[in-house]
């Protein structure tokens, strides 16, 4: 009996590394469309179900096991050591095997796992939709599209009974009943809930490589994302449009507020010291901070204290010499945003660009 749970675990956490190398959620072990086996064993945290009884308790330490053991690489907490080890072979590129990739040199605990990233060079998606034609690498990934056209949501919460379309999804969910956050950043003590969240926190708060920049104003970004939605400061395209009316937004959180102002959908925050009300729960966030007194960002040079990143950022600059703001046309830099355009129009002149559309579209 206990041989099987060893051999149960390890491989279930040789899954879990195969799901940290390709898009399919192959941790799901109930998301076998085409897999008919009867599954009696059913969680009643999460209501999954299982083939056999070790499946299912060996899924309830996952409910219950707190995730002690750290991987140093990315953060991702796991409730063994033997589930850390098998996930650390994913961030191992180069190393003794024979399922070696000749494209990049990665190495694979099995064919299938190398079999599924070949497709990553050779871009063979033979799975097919049948409804509108999209095409995967998986026949998972081809699944939970499916759920797109069906609207089927078969993961529910038992808590609030959200429902969901992705097994994973209602994993991430639960941490917010459960407050589990198993992604650590390694740089500060900070936890997060979702290996993006912790991404992205690495990349605005540790990082200040800005590597992309707007060739309209030469403003310098952290992400792709941050830069296409200022680029509609300067094109004047609104993408996100109310269904209720016309009303069309630059940004998605702006149509969010616009729906909860004017059309009574979402949930506002409201702040139980003075009972105002936000739209964002960031927002009541850092006005709870002004209320508390709490300042947490520091000024590295003169060790004044801000409420709000932001705040600290724009004071940053009275102290560098840095030149975060570039022509996107003839490369040169300048510390405040105010003195680009005008020089980006006389760039745009003598190339002889009309418009900032014309840019774009070279």
Known sequence: MLLSLFLLITLSCCVFVLADNTEADSSDITEHPHDDKPRPYKCTVCDKRFKTKDGLNYHKTTHAAKHSHSCTQCGKSYPSQVCLKAHMRSHMNIHSSKYKCTECGKCFGSKRELTLHGRIHSGEKPFECTVCDKQFTTRGNLGRHN?????????????????????????????????????????????????????????????????????????LFKSSVELKRHVYTHTGAKPYSCRHCSECFRQLGHLKAHLLKSHDEGTWFTCHICQKKFTRNGDLKKHIRRHEGVKPYVCDECLKCFCTATELKHHAVKHSNAKLFCCGLCAKDFKHKRHVPKHFKRCAVKLGFSDVQSIYEC
């Open 147 to 219: 759920r797109i056209h069906s609207g089927q949501k078969p993961y529910k919460c038992h808590v609030c009974h959200k429902t969901f379309s992705e097994s994973g999804h209602l994993n991430t969910h639960m941490r917010v009943h459960t407050g589990d956050k198993p992604y650590k950043c390694s740089l500060c003590d900070k936890s997060f809930s979702e290996s993006g969240s912790l991404q992205r926190h690495k990349r605005h708060v540790h990082s200040n490589r800005r590597p992309y920049d707007c060739r309209w104003c030469g403003k």
